[in-house]
């Protein structure tokens, strides 16, 4: 083989290396956090390793669902935030409606198999098994006639 060949075939090696980043769903679990906290979808993030700072892209303009009519989550095209090992926090971009009131969820701590949602004053805790898939814009976790893994309904019951 010719040196030309060679470093033709190393170029293209390296070029398709830089092609195996992980999505912003495999950054989630390298944080201990379940992919369901992201709907479908999302086209892209940025996450500064020293920071914690990131940003998640959606590719719709506002993302918004209903989890078994109880909770329905505004998701805007980008959110940002800090993120840590069992902690998200400085959330923006990320809203549920509470009675008749929309709410910022400004922060999400892991505290064993429980995820503690907050809003400021207000939080919430459900198990994570409830985020082992990703929802899905406009339906949520029941689109169609899929019902979830294993053709089971999610169920989402707050124990704070």
């Given at each position: ?15 398709a290396a830089g092609y195996d980043t992980p999505s912003a ?80 969820i400004v922060e999400v701590r892991r505290r064993g198999d ?47």
């Open positions: 083989m010719d040196w030309t060949a060679f470093i033709a075939l190393s170029l293209l090696f390296i070029c769903y495999d950054v989630l679990q390298q944080f201990d956090f379940p992919i369901g906290l992201l709907p479908k979808g999302a086209t892209g993030y940025e996450l500064n390793n020293s920071t914690g700072d990131f940003k998640a892209y959606l590719g719709e303009k506002v993302c918004s669902f209903s989890l078994e009519g109880s909770y329905d989550l505004k998701y805007k095209s980008t959110i940002k935030g800090k993120i840590s090992k069992d902690k998200l926090t400085k959330l923006s971009g990320v809203s549920v409606k509470v009675l008749l009131f929309w709410f910022d429980e995820l503690e949602f907050s809003v400021g004053i207000l939080s919430a805790s459900f198990g994570v098994e409830n985020f082992l898939e990703c929802p899905q814009c406009g339906c949520g976790l029941i689109c169609g006639n899929d019902q979830g893994r294993n053709g089971k309904l999610n169920r989402f019951v707050a124990s704070s």
